[in-house]
């Protein structure tokens, strides 16, 4: 028995085989439900945009950025996120809890966002309303004073919810220049470099990835902050906050003394371009 398995075990291999039949084709991950991805769009104008050919429309909203306390609570959401696209518009969408009481304060804010389409050479003053708007109770209500919810909504920006089945994305450039989507991806728009927006003690940063960081229109006033107490005792929104900042990525091929009018020629140009790309969803990944 161990002579046999010796001989076998000295034998030359053999020929190779023939190529055997080709298996069968695998599995295609359905990208409908795997690649699927939940975003909000910004228009920056007063009516809501239609969501990118290949989306679904989920709902509408209106364009928010964040809040802050009187406690010093404060929270900021992306416009990339879903969350930014509040379906109602409230003048503080939250209420704080302690272990004893839940309440919202009269000096509590919310920071929105208004339009930003504006027509070139106007200043900011020509586009947004310039004075406190007031916002009056229902049960307060009189024929001579109705007060201003609907014309403050009517110069917020407006959102929309979609259901996407591929993967969004912005690309900078850091300088003046258009940059393009790379292979396998389809541009959604070309718009400016955006990066952070403050008001008061709070404020919302972008990532640079997000297409939230790439508005579709450039304006140096990004932000609506409206408060519950104002000077009237009622709730208030201001489109011209003094203490609102808007930080954009300048571009780096561009030189300057550091400062510029906001109704400078030349502003734009001092600020980073950018794309947003969809991933061509019937491309296998």
């Known amino acids: 028995s161990s002579g046999i398995n010796a001989e076998w075990s000295l034998r030359p291999g053999g020929d190779q085989g023939d190529p055997g039949i080709p298996g069968a084709k695998g599995i295609t991950i359905d990208v409908t439900y795997v690649q699927s991805k939940i975003y909000a769009f910004h228009s920056q104008r007063k009516e809501p945009d239609a969501c990118p050919s290949g989306m679904t429309k989920i709902r509408e909203g209106y364009s928010f950025l964040f809040f802050d306390s009187s406690t010093g609570s404060k929270h900021g959401i992306p416009l990339t996120d879903p969350g930014s696209c509040m379906i109602n518009f409230n003048v503080q969408p939250v209420m704080e ?8 304060k009269g000096d509590d804010t919310s920071i929105w966002m208004p339009i930003g389409n504006f027509t070139k050479g106007n200043t900011i003053s020509e586009e947004l309303p310039t004075k406190e708007l007031v916002i009056i109770p229902e049960d307060e209500k009189t024929a001579d004073n109705q007060g201003d919810l609907e014309l403050i909504k009517s110069y917020l920006s407006r959102c929309t919810v979609c259901d996407s089945p591929s993967s969004v994305m912005a690309i900078h450039s850091f300088t003046n220049n258009k940059p393009s989507c790379p292979n396998k991806w389809e541009q959604l728009w070309v718009g400016y470099s955006f990066a952070m927006a403050v008001d008061r003690a709070g404020g919302v940063g972008e990532q640079l990835q997000g297409h939230g960081s790439c508005l579709k229109y450039f304006t140096p006033q990004i932000s609506v902050r409206c408060i519950m107490s104002g000077a009237t005792g009622y709730p208030t929104c201001h489109f011209q906050s003094q203490s609102q900042k ?40």
């Not at 809890?97 to 919202?104: A, F, H, K, R």
């Not at 400078?264 to 990944?285: K, Q, Y």
């Open 97 to 104: 809890c302690s272990t004893d009481t839940c309440e919202i």
């Open 246 to 285: 808007t930080a954009y990525i300048r571009a780096n091929n561009f030189e300057s003394d550091g400062k510029m009018g906001t109704l400078d020629e030349n502003l734009e140009e001092s600020i980073s371009r950018c794309v947003v790309c969809r991933r061509i969803p019937d491309i296998a990944l």
